[in-house]
């Protein structure tokens, strides 16, 4: 009776464990529509950049998408990290903002080039770009890369090109952000 009693114990707790909380409908959030939450980026999403061995992907952005912006906002912000990278000092993959609050969706590749005109405003991540895919070094437990969007009341050309993630949040100090949505990916190769 006793082992009973703990089996069924143990899987109600694992049942638990794997249940999400319930999204409020009304709440701000980022999704893509290729990707749930926590799942694994493909080979054509990781960084290409020459002068770094592990950044042997298409810098290929995932398709993104967000909704119930808070009210007052006039833009977006984007950012992408990597916690674990640099041997746990972190890397900046993505720092893009200036984003139209009209806009609530991007595609597939849409970041990883050029922006399109009035689409989002180039900053600078760790190394100099605006975005690079994942890099993590052959070997490694897949990392986590968060991607945050924040809504702001900054107007989408108030920000000169080219911030790096610091001098970016310095500019939103002061309440011009208003709320903030995250999406985690993870990869390894």
Excluded at 43 to 65: D, E, R, Y
Excluded at 134 to 152: D, E, F, R
Excluded at 155 to 183: C, I, N, V
Aim: proline share 8%.
């Amino acid at each position: 009776m006793k082992t009973l009693a703990s089996s069924l114990a143990v899987l109600a707790l694992a049942g638990c464990a794997a249940m999400e909380p319930a999204v409020p409908p009304a709440a701000f959030r980022i999704t893509s529509p290729q990707f749930a939450d926590n799942a694994m980026l493909q080979p054509k999403n990781a960084g290409n950049f020459a002068k770094n061995a592990n950044c042997t992907g298409q810098n290929v952005s995932p398709a993104l998408q967000w909704v119930n912006a808070p009210a007052n906002t006039r833009s977006f912000v984007l950012i992408w990290d990597d916690q674990a990278g640099r041997a746990g000092l972190g890397v900046s993959h993505a720092v893009i903002y200036g984003i139209p609050a009209n806009v609530t969706s991007f595609a597939e590749g849409a970041l990883g080039g050029a922006p399109a005109a009035g689409q989002f405003v180039p900053g600078k991540n760790t190394l100099g770009m605006h975005w690079l895919g994942p890099c993590s070094p052959k070997g490694n437990a897949p990392q986590h890369y968060v991607m945050t969007l924040i809504a702001t009341t900054l107007e989408p050309g108030e920000l000169a090109a080219g911030l790096t993630k610091p001098e970016l949040l310095k500019a939103l100090e002061g309440g011009k952000a208003l709320r903030a949505a995250s999406l985690a990916f993870r990869f390894a190769q």
